[in-house]
Every structure is written in C-alpha cells, then in structure tokens.
T-cell receptor, first 117, second 113 residues
Framework: AQTVTQSQPEMSVQEAETVTLSCTYDTSESDYYLFWYKQPPSRQMILVIRQEAYKQQNATENRFSVNFQKAAKSFSLKISDSQLGDAAMYFCAYRSPIRGTGNQFYFGTGTSLTVIP | NAGVTQTPKFRILKIGQSMTLQCAQDMNHNYMYWYRQDPGMGLKLIYYSVGAGITDKGEVPNGYNVSRSTTEDFPLRLELAAPSQTSVYFC????????????FGPGTRLLVL
C-alpha cells in the first residue's frame, strides 16, 4: 500500500504571514492525484487543492499553492497571507490510479496549524 | 444539494452491541467510501463501493459490514462493538472518474464503552 508522510504534527504561523506544510509519499505509479484537505474543529473535511501527477505546473487556489516535486515524491502546501480561519488540521492525500482498489485515497497523519493573531 | 449526510452525529455503544451508521448522498455519485479516523491519525479506509450492489474491503474492514442497495445510500454496520472501534467515522463519495475529488460527510463520533 502507498504511504503518505506528514512529518510536522504541529505548525504555527503569524496572521498575514506565509507557512509551508510538508508531505512526502511513496508510490511506484507514474500517474496519480495528490490532494490537500482541511479539517477545522467542526471535523468536516474540506478540499483545499489537488494536483495531477502528470502536470508539471504547480496547482494554485487563491492563497493556497503547492510545490510538487515528482522525482522527490514531495508535495508541500504553501498558505500565503494566513488568516485566522486557516487554523485547522491539514491532511495530505494520495489517490491510487489502480482500479481494483476503487481509486483508493491514502491519507497522512495530519498537521495541526495554529494561526497567531 | 445536501451533499453527503451522516447520522447519527454521536453515539455511545456498550461492548457487544450493534448499530448501523447511515450515509446518504444526493450528487448521483457512483463511488462511496467509509473511513475511520482515530485520534492523531489520518483516515483509514474501511469499505468502499463502486456502484449499487458492488462493495469491497478497504484497509481495515474487520468488525464491519456494508451494503449498497441504492446509488444514494451506503450504510455501515458494526456487529459486536469493541472498544477498538471507538473512532470518528466519515462517509465520502466521488464521481466514477478517477482523480475526481472526494466529498465528505460531517462524521459520526462513536464511543464504545
């Protein structure tokens, strides 16, 4: 099974500053999808951003962007101009392209982000 | 659209009891999933379904059963509840095309005492 590693259990950032959350993964596949999900205290899982492995260009969504390094199997999330509402647990996820697994998602253990006013 | 809904939000079970966690989606998604999230951990896949009448095991299926009689509903059955099943359970759904985003329900918190 694929593994997804988030080595930073907790991070903090000053409001309006920039923070980067790290994620690495292990796979033998060449084509797959990567995701960042946000889980606020309400526990609802919310999609932040996704990246197709076959695309060279890094995905961006407003203040959120990724640094996708395919050879290094690294997928970090950068949050610019951090806001208090960004405080949450962030999960990195890998989606398998193998049909037999139901295109299964594999999740990291999460990074808890605190935003300091 | 309500998206993905789950009931109940919270439940306490005694060891050995059984219960069914309900999940429904109104987005006409073919794929549906059940995950559990233990404290400090990521989500682990319990079961998934690629369409009505088709289900398969995920990473941690022991102690659970599922059925998918309609596209909309995907209930998760716990038989003989054990303390190890104390967790938060998430249901999710997605379109059949791989690479599509999974949409999650709000979760069900289960405590087995």
């Amino acid at each position: 099974a694929q593994t997804v590693t988030q080595s930073q259990p907790e991070m903090s950032v000053q409001e309006a500053e920039t923070v980067t959350l790290s994620c690495t993964y292990d796979t033998s596949e060449s084509d797959y999808y990567l995701f960042w999900y946000k889980q606020p205290p309400s526990r609802q899982m919310i999609l932040v951003i996704r990246q197709e492995a076959y695309k060279q260009q890094n995905a961006t969504e407003n203040r959120f962007s990724v640094n996708f390094q395919k050879a290094a199997k690294s997928f970090s999330l950068k949050i610019s101009d951090s806001q208090l509402g960004d405080a949450a647990m962030y999960f990195c996820a890998y989606r398998s392209p193998i049909r037999g697994t139901g295109n299964q998602f594999y999740f990291g253990t999460g990074t808890s982000l605190t935003v300091i006013p | 659209n309500a998206g993905v809904t789950q009931t109940p939000k919270f439940r306490i079970l005694k060891i050995g009891q059984s219960m069914t966690l309900q999940c429904a989606q109104d987005m006409n998604h073919n794929y549906m999933y059940w995950y559990r999230q233990d404290p400090g951990m990521g989500l682990k896949l319990i079961y998934y379904s690629v369409g009505a009448g088709i289900t398969d095991k995920g990473e941690v299926p022991n102690g659970y059963n599922v059925s998918r009689s309609t596209t909309e509903d995907f209930p998760l059955r716990l038989e003989l509840a054990a303390p190890s099943q104390t967790s938060v359970y998430f249901c999710a759904s997605s379109y059949s095309t791989w690479g599509e985003t999974q949409y999650f329900g709000p979760g069900t918190r289960l405590l087995v005492l």
